[in-house]
T-cell receptor, first 113, second 117 residues
Framework: LAKTTQPISMDSYEGQEVNITCSHN???????ITWYQQFPSQGPRFIIQ???TKVTNEVASLFIPADRKSSTLSLPRVSLSDTAVYYC??????????????FGKGTKLSVKP | GAVVSQHPSRVICKSGTSVKIECRSL??????MFWYRQFPKQSLMLMAT?????????EQGVEKDKFLINHASLTLSTLTVTSAHPEDSSFYIC?????????????FGPGTRLTVL
């Protein structure tokens, strides 16, 4: 299972763009990259998933370079409600190695007014 | 879509009693469900993988006789904490992976806060 490394914490202000980078040097060919958001006393919420290049949805963008050894979650114009812990995980195809998602420590994002 | 529910959301019990937690996928079928435990200020720790119609696979260090898992249908998995003790107090979270999915996208329930007195 590919191990991920993220900054423990980040601070930002309302309205700014926040980029959280995750390193996964041992990512396997079949691994996808998935980001989750977790508020205190709640289950993680799926944000975005990608394999390579760039993926964008209504809440975030995910940038993955060609070597896939890292990925960057981009949150545009954050608000106070974006204060949460963000987890980067890598996991295999369902039909592949059946790798389960292993949570690291995540990045605690604090958005200030 | 992809909604997972858990019941109860919060439970307080006496030491020595058993507690059952339900995890349901509301709008999709899940051949695989996962159970996690999260202690305060820590990350989620995978406890076991629950496959519909077969025995659960437990992570190293997790007692299968203490944490009984049943995945009787494609939309329901249950975790029973038997003979609970104060050290079992934690936040228990389930997740479900859609059947036929290509990637390992898991959708999580809201969690169950267990307090053992």
């Amino acid at each position: 299972l590919a191990k991920t490394t993220q900054p423990i914490s980040m601070d930002s202000y309302e309205g700014q763009e926040v980029n959280i980078t995750c390193s996964h040097n041992n990512i396997a060919t079949n691994d996808y990259i998935t980001w989750y958001q977790q508020f205190p006393s709640q289950g993680p919420r799926f944000i975005i998933q990608g394999y390579k290049t760039k993926v964008t949805n209504e809440v975030a963008s995910l940038f993955i370079p060609a070597d896939r050894k890292s990925s960057t979650l981009s949150l545009p114009r954050v608000s106070l409600s974006d204060t949460a812990v963000y987890y980067c995980l890598v996991g295999a195809y369902y039909g592949g190695s059946q790798g389960n998602l292993i949570f690291g420590k995540g990045t605690k994002l604090s958005v200030k007014p | 879509g992809a909604v997972v529910s858990q019941h109860p959301s919060r439970v307080i019990c006496k030491s020595g009693t058993s507690v059952k937690i339900e995890c349901r996928s509301l709008d999709f079928q899940a051949t695989t469900m996962f159970w996690y435990r999260q202690f305060p200020k820590q990350s989620l720790m995978l406890m076991a993988t629950s496959n519909e119609g077969s025995k659960a696979t437990y992570e190293q260090g997790v007692e299968k006789d203490k944490f009984l898992i049943n995945h009787a249908s494609l939309t329901l998995s249950t975790l029973t904490v038997t003979s609970a003790h104060p050290e079992d107090s934690s936040f228990y979270i389930c997740s479900a992976r859609a059947s036929g999915g290509v990637t390992d996208t898991q959708y999580f329930g809201p969690g169950t806060r267990l307090t053992v007195l």
